[in-house]
């Protein structure tokens, strides 16, 4: 066994399985500070000794074990099972061999095998996933937007297959990414100029005709993203797996936001009016098929006069089928009152015009397209099933026109009033996050490019993020699903985010975030049922952090207390931090943090 040469190894020999866990320790220095305002309350953290609760030997003897979750949780004294290595990349929703043999009925033709399917927690390995064997710590950003470790992401087939077409190339120990993609090889930064010229008539770019969020479907290794960020233009990347073996897996590995889905059955997790541009280059989606169901889910997603961009054969070609398929496209899109404003090289613009009388025309008159009806929700969009019609869009006097970038961040939506919210509400809660997020970074004193990826996993209005906006991070805004539905504000920031239940696991690679926030999180789950346990949050909650990444819990005092108790089970340091209000300790929260060691299997 070789040791690496920046951390110290203990070797752990597994009584059950006869096999080797190696633990590689990082240290973590935290400062304490103490100092915030809000509402004219002093909040002050400080560290408050485990005790008896901590317990982190030098010697783990934590065993390799791919047994499942049982009725009742049972962590062994040892600490949790460590899963196979044939685990390193697993993805518990989207488990290909699970989903065959017991899946029912899936319609292949539409992809619903590529959906979320997510076993049931008594099928589900109970176990840590370890990292692939030569793991190291991620190249931090901005040069891990051209490179990354070979060893992290170990898959060839994608630089033999899209090599060509500039997605990734071999480079010694790396992986380079020239910044190309099936219909822009020689860079997105070329193509997305391109897009802006088509959309403004060569009097701008993307940025100055009001693009600020930006849904890429099928986003191959998140080139496209990586090259709008200099744009100010916030994207949320999403493909499925597929044969496009780990895509995904190398756009979070490079830092740029990207989760896994697939328009196929079932609605995007996204609200409405989310996206002033959605993108496919050469997406792989069947578009024109079933009555155009697809097209309406974009339809539902777009923001009023927001442009859907198409770079696929169909768009240039006059070969096979292409045609046909185009013609299908144009009579698809004048049923929604879509105008097609550009068509240039190999890419095609339609804009949503949002004309209620030329779709109450098209729907009333001529039968071309259906109508949502009163019971429809455009909004609800976690597990819910696409419809085939479309909302009519509201008269051109009451659609709610954004502030642009970054006024928008700061700007109370009008859509807060819709849920209950209120403008002082917002504002307090936009302060608040602001004092809490210059705390919690002084309390971490980490250097400000070690965190690229992060997730806040009970965003409410997304106060955390927006306090972080000037930082060289993003976050993914996650509001559970069944809860105050406020993603709609988030969109309305100009951030971005998706729907989520905490009783299941997200649809992430492994070893993707560098830090997760949980507020109230625990304690929101408390009644949750099976699969909803501490045990179980805090078992995904590892899965999707990075070997040293770090976690902030924030949440009531007994939460926090069983929280630590079994942090040193999960490999993880911890400490907590007591808060103050005003000189007196809070008396109902405490502040987790904790760090997740380097540890793999030999």
């Given at each position: 066994?070789?040791?690496?040469?920046?951390?110290?190894?203990?070797?752990?020999?597994s009584?059950?399985?006869g096999?080797?866990v190696?633990?590689?320790f990082a240290?973590?220095?935290?400062?304490f500070y103490?100092?915030?305002?809000?509402?004219?309350?002093?909040?002050?953290?400080?560290?408050?000794s485990l005790g008896?609760?901590?317990?982190?030997?030098?010697?783990?003897?934590n065993?390799i074990s791919?047994?499942?979750r049982?009725?009742t949780?049972n962590?062994?004294?040892?600490?949790?099972n460590?899963c196979?290595m044939?685990?390193?990349e697993?993805?518990?929703?989207?488990?290909?061999?699970?989903?065959?043999?017991?899946?029912k009925n899936?319609?292949?033709?539409?992809?619903?095998?590529?959906?979320?399917?997510?076993?049931?927690?008594?099928s589900?390995?109970?176990c840590?996933?370890?990292?692939?064997?030569?793991?190291?710590?991620?190249?931090?950003?901005?040069q891990?937007?051209?490179?990354?470790?070979r060893?992290?992401v170990n898959?060839?087939r994608?630089?033999?297959?899209k090599?060509?077409?500039?997605?990734v190339?071999?480079n010694?120990?790396?992986?380079?990414?020239?910044g190309?993609?099936?219909?822009?090889?020689?860079?997105?930064?070329e193509?997305?100029?391109?897009?802006?010229?088509?959309i403004?008539?060569?009097?701008?770019?993307?940025?100055?005709?009001?693009?600020?969020?930006v849904?890429?479907?099928?986003c191959g290794?998140?080139?496209f993203?990586?090259?709008?960020?200099?744009?100010?233009?916030?994207t949320?990347?999403?493909?499925?797996?597929?044969?496009?073996?780990?895509?995904?897996?190398f756009?979070?590995?490079?830092?740029?936001l990207?989760?896994?889905?697939?328009?196929?059955?079932?609605r995007?997790?996204f609200p409405?009016n989310?996206f002033?541009?959605?993108?496919?280059?050469?997406?792989r989606?069947?578009w024109?098929?079933?009555?155009?169901?697809?097209?309406k889910e974009?339809?539902?997603?777009l923001?009023?006069?927001?442009?859907f961009v198409?770079?696929?054969?169909?768009?240039?070609?006059?070969?096979?089928?292409?045609?046909?398929?185009w013609?299908?496209?144009?009579?698809l899109t004048?049923?929604?009152c879509?105008?097609l404003?550009g068509?240039?090289?190999?890419?095609?613009?339609?804009?949503?015009?949002?004309?209620?009388?030329c779709?109450?025309?098209?729907?009333?008159?001529l039968?071309l397209?259906?109508?949502?009806d009163?019971?429809?929700?455009?909004?609800k969009?976690?597990?819910?099933?696409?419809?085939?019609?479309?909302?009519?869009?509201?008269?051109?006097?009451?659609?709610?026109?954004?502030?642009?970038?970054?006024?928008?961040?700061?700007?109370s939506?009008k859509?807060?009033?819709?849920?209950?919210?209120?403008?002082?509400?917002?504002?307090?809660d936009?302060?608040?996050?602001?004092?809490?997020?210059?705390?919690?970074?002084?309390?971490?004193?980490?250097?400000?490019?070690?965190?690229?990826?992060v997730?806040d996993m009970n965003?409410?209005?997304?106060?955390?993020?927006?306090?972080?906006i000037n930082?060289?991070?993003?976050?993914?805004?996650?509001?559970?699903a069944?809860r105050?539905?406020?993603?709609?504000?988030i969109?309305?920031r100009?951030?971005?985010?998706?729907?989520?239940?905490?009783?299941?696991?997200?649809?992430?690679?492994?070893r993707?975030?560098d830090?997760?926030?949980?507020?109230?999180?625990?304690s929101?789950?408390?009644?949750?049922?099976?699969g909803?346990?501490m045990?179980?949050i805090?078992?995904e909650?590892?899965?999707?952090l990075?070997?040293?990444g770090?976690?902030?819990?924030?949440?009531?005092?007994?939460?926090?207390?069983?929280a630590a108790?079994?942090?040193?089970?999960?490999?993880w340091n911890?400490?907590?931090?007591?808060?103050?209000?005003?000189?007196q300790?809070?008396?109902?929260?405490?502040?987790?943090?904790?760090?997740?060691k380097f540890?793999?299997?030999?």
């Amino acid at each position: 066994m070789q040791l690496s040469a920046c951390s110290v190894m203990n070797s752990i020999l597994s009584l059950q399985s006869g096999k080797f866990v190696a633990l590689s320790f990082a240290l973590m220095i935290v400062s304490f500070y103490g100092g915030s305002l809000f509402g004219g309350r002093r909040i002050v953290y400080t560290q408050q000794s485990l005790g008896t609760l901590e317990s982190v030997p030098g010697r783990l003897e934590n065993r390799i074990s791919s047994c499942l979750r049982s009725d009742t949780v049972n962590i062994p004294e040892t600490g949790m099972n460590i899963c196979p290595m044939e685990r390193s990349e697993y993805v518990p929703c989207h488990d290909r061999s699970f989903i065959k043999k017991m899946v029912k009925n899936i319609d292949l033709s539409r992809k619903e095998d590529l959906e979320r399917h997510c076993p049931p927690p008594e099928s589900r390995p109970f176990c840590l996933v370890p990292p692939p064997r030569g793991y190291r710590v991620p190249i931090n950003w901005p040069q891990s937007r051209d490179f990354i470790w070979r060893s992290n992401v170990n898959h060839s087939r994608l630089a033999q297959v899209k090599g060509g077409q500039n997605w990734v190339h071999e480079n010694g120990t790396k992986w380079w990414f020239p910044g190309g993609g099936t219909h822009f090889k020689h860079g997105a930064a070329e193509y997305i100029e391109r897009l802006g010229n088509m959309i403004t008539n060569d009097q701008g770019n993307l940025q100055t005709a009001g693009v600020v969020q930006v849904l890429d479907v099928g986003c191959g290794v998140g080139s496209f993203a990586a090259y709008l960020l200099p744009l100010g233009i916030q994207t949320m990347s999403f493909a499925p797996m597929d044969e496009h073996e780990n895509q995904v897996q190398f756009a979070l590995e490079r830092g740029i936001l990207a989760m896994i889905s697939v328009l196929a059955t079932t609605r995007l997790p996204f609200p409405s009016n989310s996206f002033e541009l959605i993108h496919c280059s050469r997406c792989r989606v069947d578009w024109h098929k079933n009555d155009g169901v697809l097209l309406k889910e974009v339809d539902r997603l777009l923001r009023p006069r927001g442009y859907f961009v198409y770079s696929a054969p169909p768009a240039y070609r006059t070969d096979k089928d292409f045609p046909q398929i185009w013609n299908e496209l144009m009579h698809l899109t004048s049923s929604m009152c879509w105008e097609l404003i550009g068509r240039h090289v190999q890419t095609a613009i339609w804009l949503k015009t949002s004309n209620r009388s030329c779709q109450l025309e098209k729907a009333q008159s001529l039968g071309l397209v259906s109508l949502c009806d009163d019971k429809y929700d455009p909004d609800k969009a976690w597990n819910t099933s696409m419809q085939n019609c479309i909302v009519p869009s509201p008269e051109m006097k009451d659609i709610e026109w954004l502030p642009k970038w970054p006024a928008r961040l700061f700007a109370s939506p009008k859509r807060l009033a819709g849920m209950g919210g209120s403008d002082v509400q917002f504002e307090a809660d936009t302060r608040f996050w602001q004092k809490q997020v210059e705390d919690y970074w002084k309390l971490l004193n980490v250097p400000s490019n070690s965190i690229r990826n992060v997730m806040d996993m009970n965003a409410f209005y997304g106060g955390f993020a927006a306090a972080m906006i000037n930082k060289p991070l993003w976050v993914m805004n996650v509001v559970p699903a069944g809860r105050k539905d406020t993603l709609p504000v988030i969109y309305d920031r100009g951030l971005i985010g998706t729907f989520h239940n905490w009783c299941e696991p997200f649809s992430t690679y492994p070893r993707t975030y560098d830090l997760l926030h949980a507020f109230r999180v625990f304690s929101s789950y408390k009644r949750g049922g099976k699969g909803c346990q501490m045990e179980d949050i805090m078992l995904e909650m590892d899965r999707m952090l990075r070997p040293t990444g770090l976690l902030i819990i924030r949440d009531t005092s007994s939460v926090v207390l069983a929280a630590a108790a079994l942090a040193p089970k999960f490999l993880w340091n911890a400490n907590i931090h007591n808060i103050y209000l005003d000189g007196q300790l809070h008396p109902k929260e405490q502040l987790l943090v904790c760090h997740k060691k380097f540890w793999f299997v030999s």
